[in-house]
């Protein structure tokens, strides 16, 4: 199995709107995959965190796969790819890690 963690921290200002909106937009946007992708075994995406966070972050994402097959299903199925040109745009940061369990 396949942990996948992807954080985000946002423009202060890109595409006609705040960070803190695009923060939303990003993670209503990444939400919506965990239906699309038949690869996605867990989807969990959060914009809110603890005072102990030690990352500068504004959008998490943690998503579970069977394999790295899975993974790559996700990364290269349309739906992924046309969130992450939105994405693209609006964020200043994205960090990855992806393990194995």
């Known amino acids: 199995m396949i942990k996948h963690i992807v954080?985000?921290?946002?423009?202060?200002e890109a595409e006609g709107a705040f960070a803190e909106e695009n923060a939303e937009k990003v993670a209503t946007l990444l939400r919506s995959l965990e239906e699309k992708?038949?690869?996605v075994r867990s989807f969990e995406v959060s914009t809110c965190f603890t005072s102990?966070?030690?990352e500068k972050v504004q959008v998490i994402l943690l998503a579970t796969y069977d394999d790295e097959e899975g993974l790559a299903a996700y990364a290269n199925h349309p739906a992924h790819v046309a969130a992450g040109e939105f994405i693209g745009k609006v964020r200043e940061t994205r960090k990855a890690i992806d393990f194995v369990v």
């Open 7 to 12: 954080w985000f921290t946002m423009k202060d």
């Open 37 to 39: 992708i038949p690869s």
């Open 52 to 54: 102990t966070t030690t």
